[in-house]
């Protein structure tokens, strides 16, 4: 199931936000050897949310004019498979692409969401007070979130893509916020 989960990120990273020149400075990013190597926590005590049948609806087009002032974005949906969901936003702002994962918890939450973000390129950051886990990278092909939350024996991983001027990290955050709060 991971397997196929970074298969999808690969394709929708390279779909959503394409290739590009870098807009931020070059800075060494941590290596992912220093994420967390402990061994899985027991059991969330949070109950298993509902499953999920769509992305699109969990972050409705309104909310990335609002936030991210994108300019009309069409969102499409892709089933993607068993364990994920996928919305893709076509906007005149660019792509954006929205994938919403739950799979057995395969390790603690900080491991899954750096495993899902492993491809990134650019900067990596650990996004504080976002689910039990979150990183996100703004590098040549823009930029990446990923979220993890423990619920019961699985894990619930979010993750948002897009190409955006500037550094909108804080901007993500609440987007993502409103996503877990709906799952």
Do not use: H, W
Not at 168 to 180: I, T
């Amino acid at each position: 199931m991971l397997r196929s989960l970074a298969a999808i990120l690969a394709v929708s990273l390279l779909t959503a936000c394409g290739g590009g020149s870098p807009d931020a400075a070059e800075s060494e990013a941590p290596p992912l050897s220093e994420v967390s190597k402990a061994p899985p926590p027991p059991s969330s005590t949070r109950t298993p949310g509902p499953a999920i049948k769509a992305a699109c609806p969990l972050l409705p087009p309104s909310r990335l004019v609002s936030v991210l002032g994108a300019r009309k974005p069409v969102p499409n949906e892709d089933p993607g498979g068993p364990a994920a969901r996928i919305c893709r936003y076509v906007s005149a702002s660019g792509g954006m692409t929205l994938i919403v994962a739950t799979e057995p918890a395969g390790g603690s939450a900080d491991q899954m969401a750096a495993r899902v973000i492993q491809r990134y390129s650019g900067t990596l950051e650990k996004v504080p007070d976002l689910g039990d886990a979150a990183y996100y990278s703004n590098g040549q092909g823009g930029q990446i979130m990923v979220v993890s939350r423990a619920e019961g024996p699985q894990m619930r991983t979010v993750t948002f893509m897009c190409r955006l001027p500037g550094e909108p990290r804080d901007k993500l955050v609440p987007l993502l916020r409103g996503v877990l709060e709906r799952i």
